[in-house]
C-alpha cells in the first residue's frame, strides 16, 4: 500500500502486470476522500527484482556494443544465462526456502509474488527474442526460470492447500452434534459456525489478493471436501437411531455452511449511477456481465457441492422408504443415494412413540433409541481439554 502517487506510477511503469491489470489499478488513484491510496497485490520485492532485471540487461547490453562485436552467439548464450540466474537463484531459490513457514498469510502472499514472477519471466524472454544481440529474428529465446518459477508457484498452492486441510481438520475435530436431540434449536451449532467462520475470514480476508483462479480452486476443493465430511459422517458417524428433530438441526447446520458462499462470491459488479452508466454495447459494460456471469456460475457450482447432502437428509426427513422405491421419485428426488443408503438412512430415524409424559416436550422417547446414545451437555468441552 502506498500513499505515494510519484511511487505508485514508476511502480506500474517497472513491473510486468497482468493483460487487464494497468487500467484497472488506474483507477484505484482517486479514491472518494479525495486523498491518494493504493493498494498493489505484490510485495515490494517485486518492483525491486523488475528494477534490477531491467538495469542489470540494459548495462550488459551497452558494454557489449561498445566493446565486442565478434562472437556474438556466444555473448547471447552470456547475456541469457545472466538474465536467467536473476530469475532462478535470485529470485526464486530464496522465495522457496521460505515456503517452509506454516503461515497461511505468507504463503498467500509468496503465491502471489510467485504469479508475478512467472509473467515477469516471460515478458523477459520475449524482450530477449525481440532484442538479440545476434540480430536474428528467427531465434526464440525462453528463459528456463519461468519454468522453475511455475513449478515454485505449484508447490506453494500445495502448501496453501495443505494448511487449510488442516485447520478445517481441526475445527472438524470439535464437531460433536446431538443426534438424539428432541428439540429443534433456534442457531447453528457451534462448531459449524466456528468452520463457516474460518472460511469466510479465509477467502474474504486472508486470501483476498489471490489470482482468481487458484482462489475459486481453493474454495471448491474445501467446499467440496467439507461436505463429502459430513456425508460421512451422517452416514458413518452417527448412532444406530438418530431422531427427527436431530435431522432438521443438523439440516440449519448445512444450510448455514451453504450460507457462507454467497459471502465469499460478493457481487464484483458495484451499480453505476444512472447518469454513468454505459451503454449496453460498451466495453465496461461487457466486461461487467461477463464477470457477474462468471461469479453467478461459481455460486451455483459451489452450491451443487451441497446436492448430495441435501437428497440424504430430504430422504430421512420424508422417511418414507417406499417414495424412495418410486423410481419417478427416486430419479427425481434421490438420484444420488443408493439402494442401501436408502434403507440404512430410513431405518436410522427413529419413529416418535407416545410415553406416559407425552404432553412434555422433553421427555418424548422414540423407538430403537438406546440410553448409552444420549450426548451429554459438556462432552463438547470434556473433548476439548482431553485433546492432549
Known sequence: TTNDRNLYEKVLKICWLKEEEPEKMKEQQDPANGDFLATLPFSPLYPMACTLAKKTYGKMVTFLNSFYQHELYHLNTILVKTMDSIFQKVVNNKIRSKLDTTSREEI?????????FV???REFSSILTRENIIQNPDVEIRLASAEQLTESRKYAETKLIELIDSKVSDLMEFVE???VATTIKQEPDISIRDIAQFLEMMFTSTLVNLPYSVKTLLIFREFDSLTRR???????GTPSTITPQSVLNFEMDMKFLEGIISKIFPS???ELPFESSPSPDSPLQSDQARASNLIENNVRSLQSTFT?????????????LEEYKDPSIRMRKYPRIRPEVAQLLVSKVAIPSPSPSAGDGDNTSYRGQSPTESLTAN???????NRG
Open 177 to 179: 452434534l446431538d443426534w
Open 268 to 270: 464484483e459488479t458495484k
Open 308 to 320: 448430495d447432502l441435501k437428497q440424504h437428509i430430504q430422504l430421512m426427513k420424508a422417511n418414507n
Open 230 to 236: 459430513f456425508l460421512e459422517m451422517l452416514l458413518n
Open 108 to 116: 498467500a502472499q509468496i503465491l502471489i509474488n510467485l504469479d508475478y
Open 119 to 121: 509473467i515477469a519471466a
Open 379 to 385: 462432552s463438547r468441552i470434556a473433548k476439548f481439554f
